[in-house]
């Protein structure tokens, strides 16, 4: 009987002892059990506050992009309005300035007479009045010892044609030449600039028909002849001289430049510029459409020969337009918006020009752009072609330093 008592003494023990152990590994698996759950409840009390700052965030940026849109419309209908602003104060300036200039044009030659479009007839506004006149400057020689040092006052004349063309008037006579468009086989001439501004479109005027197609606004009335370019598909560009009183071809000049070249970056239609001055008739280009700069070509009048060549140093970027004065280029800028136009950059072939000379002259604002320029030497005037408007420049004058 004692070993079975030992044997069952024994079991007892031992079964004891596994079921303390096993409800002990019970104990510290539900403990652990409630620890995680603790930590997932934690992460997930946590995960919901995030949650809900990340909303917030999203309400206090979508609201801030509201208000930065809101600003920003605010902001850009400002400057429209401090630009338009700022454009009518420039015109009411430039108004003062031509109806003050003690040494103005004639009293009654600023005034505005606007037209529609070409071949359209005149509206005359109440202001205007029977036989309205003003003067024109009688022909002058000059010494040719000159440079610009302003712009003396600004005629707006009429506003007859395209938004690009050309008008010039005959150093050597009163007619006036208006070149309507950047192409064509027509040009229409008038006895004077006061028929010009009087008549209410091409009425009036000689039409006087080509033989060929001018090509850009590049042209020059010199000493009785038309000097204009001529530009064929796939052809050099020529030069071609045109007798106004007998109607007739005289001359014809090949000019080696590429044919997709234009002279000023914001008039691209311009291959090559011819221009007339005191010292005699004058060629603008770009010999490829990889030159920086614009070169100059002095040209006989008579053969159409290239007497000498140079080098400007001006650059056909944002150029729009320029004219010789005395055997000196004036090249003028503007910017791809049309803005002010200014003459940025100045090239005199005699070197009698020092650079401190040079004058950093800005035109009245206007209306957009100059598609042409040309000078007239006996008057010291700019005939300027703006966005349709034809525009009188009269120049002020001095001495050149180094003569």
Not at 306 to 333: K, L, S
Request: proline share 4%.
């Amino acid at each position: 009987m004692k070993p079975v008592f030992l044997l069952l003494v024994s079991t007892f023990w031992t079964l004891t002892g596994a079921q303390y152990y096993y409800q002990g590994l019970m104990d510290y698996l539900d403990n652990r059990l409630l620890a995680i759950e603790d930590h997932m409840q934690l992460w997930h009390d946590q995960s919901r506050r995030y949650h809900t700052e990340l909303l917030d965030f999203k309400k206090l940026t979508a609201e801030a992009m509201d208000g930065l849109r809101n600003d920003h419309g605010t902001i850009l209908e400002d400057l429209t309005g401090a630009g338009a602003r700022v454009d009518r104060v420039e015109r009411e300036m430039d108004f003062v300035e031509t109806q003050t200039s003690p040494r103005a044009c004639a009293n009654k030659a600023d005034k505005v007479v606007e037209q529609e479009a070409w071949g359209l007839q005149e509206s005359r506004g109440e202001e205007e009045e029977e036989g309205e006149d003003w003067e024109e400057l009688q022909s002058r020689v000059s010494d040719c010892v000159e440079i610009i040092s302003g712009i003396r006052s600004v005629k707006i004349l009429k506003r007859v044609g395209s938004p690009k063309g050309m008008w010039t008037r005959d150093p050597r006579s009163s007619k006036v030449y208006v070149f309507n468009g950047t192409s064509g086989d027509t040009i229409h001439q008038f006895d004077s600039v006061r028929d010009f501004s009087r008549s209410p479109d091409a009425i009036g005027s000689r039409q006087i028909h080509l033989p060929s197609d001018w090509t850009s606004p590049g042209t020059a009335v010199y000493n009785g002849y038309l000097y204009y370019v001529e530009q064929e598909e796939d052809m050099d560009v020529q030069v071609v001289k045109y007798d106004l009183m007998s109607g007739s071809v005289t001359d014809i000049a090949m000019f080696p430049v590429e044919s997709q070249a234009s002279v000023y970056s914001l008039n691209p239609e311009i291959v090559a510029d011819l221009a007339a001055d005191d010292e005699g008739l004058w060629l603008l280009y770009a010999m490829s459409d990889s030159e920086p700069n614009i070169n100059l070509a002095k040209m006989d009048p008579i053969t159409l020969d290239i007497e000498q060549i140079w080098d400007t140093r001006c650059p056909r970027e944002n150029a729009e337009a320029a004219f010789v004065v005395c055997g000196t280029v004036y090249v003028v800028y503007n910017t791809r918006l049309a803005s002010r136009s200014r003459i940025q950059c100045l090239f005199d072939v005699n070197d009698m020009v020092v650079s401190e000379e040079a004058p950093l002259i800005y035109f009245p604002r206007r209306y957009g752009a100059h598609a042409s320029l040309k000078y007239n030497p006996e008057e010291k005037q700019l005939y300027g072609w703006d966005d349709g408007y034809q525009i009188i420049y009269r120049l002020t004058m001095k001495r050149k330093l180094l003569v």
